[in-house]
């Protein structure tokens, strides 16, 4: 059974910094990329950041560019993303989602995207 799970959501106040964590599991990921996309109340599905498999290569959105890095570990069984969020801002308060695209693109389209987390709620009050 494949699984992305994650952890490190939480609430903040605007410039702390936050880390979020997403494990996969039970799948082949290999050379899979893995992205970030958050969901805010009422707003559609966007995307933040991809990584791909080895972190050769990221993307980010034009709205956390500077604030937030994409990292990747892969290990023999797994792969854990991290999403660094510094500089907080309440606009970033959305669930947040892992993701991964086996096909191994660091798209944008979340609908690239065949596996998802369970969301992780950020919040993060001015």
């Known amino acids: 059974q494949v699984q992305l799970v994650e952890s490190g959501g939480g609430s903040v106040q605007a410039g702390d910094s936050l880390r979020l964590s997403c494990t996969t599991s039970?799948?082949?990921?290999?050379?899979?990329?893995l992205g970030w996309f958050r969901q805010a109340p009422k707003k559609e599905r966007e995307f933040v950041a991809a990584?791909?498999?080895?972190?050769?290569?990221?993307?980010?959105a034009d709205s956390v560019k500077g604030r937030f890095a994409i990292s990747i570990h892969n290990t023999e069984n797994s792969n854990t993303v991290y999403l660094q969020m510094n500089n907080l801002k309440p606009e970033d308060t959305a669930v947040y989602y892992c993701?991964?695209?086996?096909?191994?693109?660091?798209?944008?389209?979340?609908?690239?995207?065949?596996?998802w987390g369970q969301g992780s709620q950020v919040t993060v009050s001015s």
């Open positions: 993701a991964a695209n086996p096909r191994g693109q660091a798209l944008m389209a979340w609908w690239e995207y065949n596996y």
């Open positions: 039970g799948g082949s990921f290999d050379d899979a990329a």
């Open positions: 990584i791909t498999y080895g972190g050769t290569f990221t993307r980010y």
